[in-house]
């Protein structure tokens, strides 16, 4: 079997990285090196880490570029046939690469996508959901007909469940963009994927992650999050439209994405309070303004008249609507939270 590099950038993870390194290292499959990505930590997670130093785990110091500048430093240092990514507070299934590996290599895949676990934490709700798609065999053709569907739970934007090879990576300078923090993942897998010609995807759960109950996409409020955002989005469109797929279902479900990406955001801005009410409302208006986000609140299906008087109060640039729906979807979630930790 193949070399396998597996990347891990690490920033201040100490409570995490020896579960995170002891998921690797504990598989039966020992065919693969680990590359730790220190980004500049400030606490422990250096110390942790040069306990597990040895010939299959390197260790590369680097100042805080951000995950993006230390997976490609990964990527760079690689001496494996396929890499996969793992970040530090997360931690992969046993025998996950072994599968991934025998699975990549029995057709010769460019490519290959698992699935994965989310562990949802809250007030007492935690629960699992497995994501995962269809086990399947895809030309380059099939594989961009049917792009979109990919988008349904971000299946398409992880990286940890994805296997790649390295040889397509440096060939094509395939890298992550370090200008951006997020969505940075689903430009690189689109960039990548449209250098694939062999797709496989199994059903297989390989890597687990946690996420907190609640619609943040950050737990670090940037002002510019909906310009990075769209910016990322704009140049996944524009991958999209070159490969001539950018119509019917296709467009619909990627602006729908796009669309709730930009409401997320447009959440946070709302409920924030570290910022004034004034800069509030113009970080709302200025996202208002946007021609994609305009475009794309035309996409959302008729769920309900929540969604319907939120599209019109997007359309309409109606600031005081839109921040009564967002209080609203507040209170009902920690009403919903509150009834479930009390059964």
Not at 80 to 109: C, H, P, W
């Amino acid at each position: 079997m193949s070399l396998v590099s597996i990347i891990i950038p690490v920033y201040n993870a100490e409570k995490y990285i020896r579960r995170c390194l002891d998921s690797i290292l504990r598989q039966a499959f020992q065919d693969f090196e680990v590359i730790i990505v220190n980004d500049g930590s400030t606490d422990k997670s250096l110390e942790i880490c040069l306990e597990y130093q040895s010939s299959k785990v390197r260790i590369i110091t680097q100042k805080n570029g951000g995950p993006s500048s230390a997976r490609n430093r990964g990527i760079l240092e690689a001496r494996g046939e396929y890499i996969r990514f793992v970040d530090a507070d997360d931690y992969i299934l046993e025998n996950s690469t072994q599968l991934m590996v025998e699975k990549m290599e029995e057709k010769d895949s460019d490519i290959l996508i698992a699935g994965i676990r989310c562990i949802v934490l809250g007030t007492g709700d935690e629960r699992l959901k497995d994501i995962c798609m269809p086990k399947k065999q895809m030309n380059k053709k099939q594989f961009w007909r049917e792009v979109s569907a990919y988008f349904r739970d971000w299946f398409i934007h992880y990286t940890p469940n994805k296997m790649y090879k390295t040889q397509i990576l440096r060939d094509k300078n395939i890298l992550f963009d370090e200008t951006i923090c997020n969505s940075e993942d689903l430009l690189f897998n689109i960039q990548y994927c449209a250098e694939c010609e062999k797709f496989i995807i199994i059903e297989d759960i390989v890597y687990a992650y946690e996420k907190s109950n609640d619609m943040s996409i950050s737990s670090v409020f940037r002002e510019d999050a909906f310009l990075i955002q769209d910016y990322a989005y704009a140049e996944v469109r524009k991958v999209i439209q070159k490969q001539g797929v950018y119509l019917g279902e296709n467009r619909d479900r990627f602006e729908t994405a796009y669309a709730d990406i930009a409401f997320k955001t447009l959440y946070n801005i709302c409920l924030n309070n570290t910022i004034t009410r004034k800069k509030r409302n113009q970080l709302m208006k200025s996202i208002l303004k946007n021609e994609h986000m305009l475009e794309a609140a035309h996409y959302w299906s008729n769920q309900g008249i929540v969604i319907k008087v939120l599209k019109k109060a997007v359309i309409k640039k109606k600031i005081f609507i839109l921040k009564l729906l967002i209080w609203s979807l507040k209170v009902n979630d920690g009403i919903r939270r509150k009834l479930v930790k009390g059964k």
